[in-house]
């Protein structure tokens, strides 16, 4: 059955109407694990490989500025699929340990939308209260080169055995790129380090202690980092990139063969992008740079293709793919759909923020972004139009005053809005 899937979203949105279950599109949402927002060839980096994201990207609509909101733990990934799954913020999501968990959630609130919902991916650093409410959980823990196909195999599987009679919803997220980074042979030969390009930010050492410099993931290499070691790690980041993108290419083409793929609305995100490749002298996500946000693209019926710098969280996600299939959101999700965005008919959030534990905060409007760091009384200011590596400070320039003082009193609000535990900024 073919309809327009555009008019039926903003029908939708205009008149709170819903699509019966027959009428809905299938779901196949794929969440990477540490996956950098600037890791798909077709978004601008000439150095990967990912036809098949390229592919996803061409027919879609790419969001260019999505982030987890934070974490306040060294394990980002944790909050951040917690904030997946309920749709809530940071400072208000279950505790991610909890045994069992009775509010919003994406399996539940698909299943009483009439879909026979699947889990794959990996069991820990997650919320596995939620994992628990898909009708099916296959869970896959992180078996280095084996790890992305053993996950698209599983999804495969359920593709080639799903009857039609319900629409699916499928939630697709594998322990990969994350460290150890082992593909398969085929794909780290595709990357030789000394011909890749570092980026401009990398330093030897981050410039000043941030409060947590000797925490896990900056303890996978040595430092002063080396330009040659970085660029090793880099290239198998890459391959295991470029791994999942082929394997995502095999669940993509299942879904042709069962001509389902028109019919399936596609989510490609990541929990959170991290510091691999020495930028500002790191290694991992237990920071708030902009190497911490997500690549993010949706692509189905009724999408448009586009792309939007808009500010967005990856917990807005779970209204978001509410909307564009027609299921209620339920109470609870503190999400903003992304659809109206999509569809032109609105701008976003005029501020995001960002905390991680104890150490640091971040907000950020359309041009500058505002780092604090709380133990250290230490602030940095960054223009994002002429700086978006992150360079330059400008949080002593007093040509620079008035957005210092503006971030200033938005970071207040914000984390008042968003109930950050922390002292709020004066």
């Not at 601008?44 to 990207?57: A, F, R, S």
């Not at 109470?331 to 640091?360: C, N, W």
Request: with cysteine; aromatic share 8%; net charge positive.
């Amino acid at each position: 059955m073919r309809f327009n899937f555009a008019l039926l979203v903003l029908v939708a949105l205009a008149c709170d109407s819903r699509l019966t279950a027959a009428e809905k599109p299938n779901v196949l949402f794929v969440l990477a694990d540490d996956q950098r927002f600037d890791t798909i060839a077709a978004l601008g980096n000439g150095e990967i490989k990912t036809p098949n994201l390229d592919k996803l990207v061409a027919r879609g609509f790419t969001f260019g500025n999505a982030y987890c909101q934070g974490s306040m733990v060294p394990a980002v990934c944790t909050p951040s699929r917690t904030m997946i799954l309920t749709g809530r913020s940071l400072f208000r999501i279950p505790n991610p340990q909890a045994k069992t968990y009775d509010g919003p959630a994406l399996p539940t609130a698909f299943a009483a939308g009439g879909y026979t919902t699947l889990h794959v991916g990996k069991p820990g650093n997650s919320f596995r209260a939620a994992h628990q409410k898909f009708d099916k959980v296959v869970e896959i823990a992180h078996q280095n080169a084996p790890t992305a196909k053993k996950c698209a195999d599983a999804v495969i599987d359920f593709v080639k055995a799903h009857d039609g009679k319900k629409p699916f919803f499928v939630y697709l997220a594998p322990s990969v790129p994350h460290d150890p980074r082992v593909a398969p042979a085929e794909f780290h030969k595709l990357y030789d380090p000394a011909k890749l390009t570092l980026s401009k930010n990398f330093m030897p050492r981050h410039p000043f202690d941030n409060g947590e410099l000797a925490i896990r993931d900056e303890k996978l290499a040595a430092l002063p980092r080396t330009q040659d070691e970085m660029r090793k790690h880099l290239a198998d980041y890459y391959a295991c990139i470029t791994n999942l993108d082929g394997e995502l290419g095999r669940v993509l083409d299942a879904l042709r063969d069962a001509k389902q793929l028109d019919n399936t609305l596609v989510v490609f995100t990541s929990d959170q992008g991290l510091a691999v490749g020495g930028r500002h002298g790191l290694m991992g996500k237990q920071n708030l740079y902009e190497h911490f946000k997500s690549p993010l693209v949706v692509a189905g019926p009724g999408v448009p293709k586009g792309k939007s710098e808009a500010l967005v969280y990856l917990f807005d996600l779970f209204p978001t793919v509410c909307d564009l299939t027609g299921t209620a959101t339920p109470k609870g999700v503190e999400g903003e759909s992304l659809a109206p965005i999509m569809g032109k008919k609105a701008t976003g959030r005029a501020h995001l923020f960002a905390a991680y534990r104890d150490v640091q905060r971040m907000v950020r409007d359309e041009r500058y972004k505002l780092m604090w760091y709380p133990k250290i009384e230490k602030f940095q200011l960054f223009d994002l139009r002429a700086d978006p590596d992150e360079l330059k400070d400008l949080s002593e320039d007093k040509a620079h005053a008035k957005p210092l003082a503006d971030l200033r009193a938005a970071m207040a609000r914000e984390q008042k809005l968003w109930g950050d535990t922390a002292p709020i900024l004066k």
